[in-house]
């Protein structure tokens, strides 16, 4: 493929429905908010400004130390114009993120309502001035337990609109069984919310089975490993549960060696709705413009595959059909 036709695709207008919210927050940002607040956070920083770290583990402190600065509605406010003016510069026209009320008001109805409005807020000044629409989704972290899953279902049931769309969980999927949270769950989906769960990312098709069985998700957070049961493929085809794969994500944490051996096309091909997001980008040194690239060079994917993700990503976004109608036009999709 040309450079000409690479640069084409990297270029292309795009929707994305997998990225965490403080995962997202760009380093120059946080470097100004921790010297407002008089935090030292120098040591999680390489010269050129990135984020430094030499492993996982020491990934995961460097993520938590970065988004502990991260305290008021108004932090939350700017960070949300920050991300979005990522997403804008990377040819984002709609985006889904992963806001956690347990960060945002420590699981509280009042204060999350807060929190959201400051959000949301901003992310209706963004949409203005920026052309990018946000949309949330409140997720549960899996390692803090059911019982405090809970409590984010239900600000989630409490302030579900036109804005606040979904609701999923995220964490680590090493710990409990999907099965688990589906009080929580099933308290979202009676309040209309529409549902994500992270798995298949580390453990294998049974995860991704479960999810689909136990919680009755519209979308997997991941999903990929679900490559090891064909099953489990073909129920994911059958069922048109869309996959929110995070190809660079998957292969910067060690989940395949390279790019070329991840299943993405595979399970494409197969007949699974995949699409394609970033999860928590400045972390992992990527962009939507460099995943397409990537994708692209690697696959030998020409503009009508990545037409067939567009147009996967619209029709499982969670807002409601007026917004995606909108969005299909911006995204040039009849
Ligand atoms: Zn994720």
Same mark, same amino acid.
């Given at each position: 493929?040309?450079?000409?036709?690479?640069?084409?695709?990297?270029?292309?207008?795009?929707?994305?429905?997998?990225?965490?919210?403080?995962?997202?927050?760009?380093?120059?940002?946080?470097?100004?908010?921790?010297?407002?607040?008089?935090?030292?956070?120098?040591?999680? =920083?390489?010269?050129?400004?990135?984020?430094?770290?030499?492993?996982?583990?020491?990934?995961?402190?460097?993520?938590?130390?970065?988004?502990?600065?991260?305290? +008021?509605?108004?932090? =939350?406010? $700017?960070?949300?114009?920050?991300?979005?003016?990522?997403?804008?510069?990377?040819?984002?026209?709609?985006?889904?993120?992963?806001?956690?009320?347990?960060? *945002?008001?420590? /699981?509280?109805?009042?204060?999350?309502?807060?929190?959201? @409005?400051?959000?949301?807020?901003?992310?209706?000044?963004?949409?203005?001035?920026? /052309?990018?629409?946000? $949309?949330?989704?409140?997720?549960?972290?899996?390692?803090?337990?059911?019982?405090?899953?809970?409590?984010?279902?239900?600000?989630?049931?409490? +302030?579900?609109?036109?804005?606040?769309?979904?609701?999923?969980?995220?964490?680590?999927?090493?710990?409990?069984?999907?099965?688990? =949270?589906?009080?929580?769950?099933?308290?979202?989906?009676?309040?209309?919310?529409?549902?994500?769960?992270?798995?298949?990312?580390?453990?294998?098709?049974?995860?991704?089975?479960?999810?689909?069985?136990?919680?009755?998700?519209?979308?997997? /957070?991941?999903?990929? $490993?679900?490559?090891?049961?064909?099953?489990?493929?073909?129920? %994911?085809?059958?069922?048109?549960?869309?996959?929110?794969? *995070?190809? /660079?994500?998957?292969?910067?944490?060690?989940?395949?060696?390279?790019?070329?051996?991840?299943?993405?096309?595979?399970?494409?091909?197969?007949?699974?709705?995949?699409?394609?997001? +970033?999860?928590?980008?400045?972390?992992?040194?990527?962009?939507?413009?460099?995943?397409?690239?990537? %994708? @692209?060079? *690697?696959?030998?994917?020409?503009?009508?595959? =990545?037409?067939?993700?567009?147009?996967?990503?619209?029709?499982?976004?969670? *807002?409601?059909?007026? +917004?995606?109608?909108?969005?299909?036009?911006?995204?040039?999709?009849?």
């Amino acid at each position: 493929m040309s450079d000409e036709a690479l640069i084409a695709i990297s270029k292309r207008p795009k929707a994305e429905l997998h990225l965490h919210f403080e995962g997202a927050a760009p380093p120059s940002f946080i470097r100004g908010l921790a010297k407002e607040k008089n935090v030292d956070l120098s040591g999680i =920083f390489r010269e050129d400004g990135s984020y430094d770290y030499r492993d996982f583990v020491h990934f995961l402190s460097v993520y938590e130390a970065a988004t502990s600065v991260l305290k +008021t509605p108004e932090d =939350f406010a $700017r960070l949300c114009t920050a991300v979005l003016e990522q997403s804008a510069a990377n040819g984002v026209v709609y985006s889904e993120t992963f806001l956690s009320p347990d960060f *945002c008001g420590g /699981g509280d109805v009042g204060a999350w309502r807060e929190y959201l @409005a400051a959000i949301r807020e901003a992310a209706d000044h963004a949409e203005r001035t920026m /052309g990018v629409t946000l $949309r949330g989704i409140v997720t549960c972290i899996r390692h803090f337990g059911p019982e405090q899953a809970k409590s984010a279902a239900l600000c989630a049931a409490e +302030t579900a609109d036109d804005w606040l769309v979904g609701f999923g969980m995220a964490g680590d999927e090493n710990k409990g069984k999907q099965r688990d =949270f589906a009080y929580s769950f099933d308290m979202a989906r009676e309040a209309g919310l529409k549902l994500t769960s992270h798995a298949g990312e580390w453990r294998g098709p049974q995860e991704v089975r479960e999810a689909v069985d136990d919680l009755r998700v519209d979308r997997i /957070g991941h999903g990929v $490993r679900s490559i090891g049961d064909l099953a489990v493929v073909d129920m %994911l085809a059958e069922k048109q549960v869309t996959l929110e794969v *995070c190809p /660079g994500s998957n292969v910067f944490l060690g989940v395949y060696g390279s790019l070329a051996e991840h299943p993405i096309d595979q399970l494409r091909k197969r007949g699974v709705k995949v699409t394609v997001s +970033t999860d928590d980008p400045p972390f992992f040194h990527t962009t939507m413009e460099k995943e397409y690239g990537d %994708l @692209a060079r *690697c696959f030998n994917w020409d503009a009508s595959v =990545f037409d067939d993700l567009t147009r996967n990503a619209i029709d499982a976004a969670f *807002c409601d059909d007026q +917004t995606r109608e909108t969005i299909a036009k911006k995204l040039e999709l009849s």
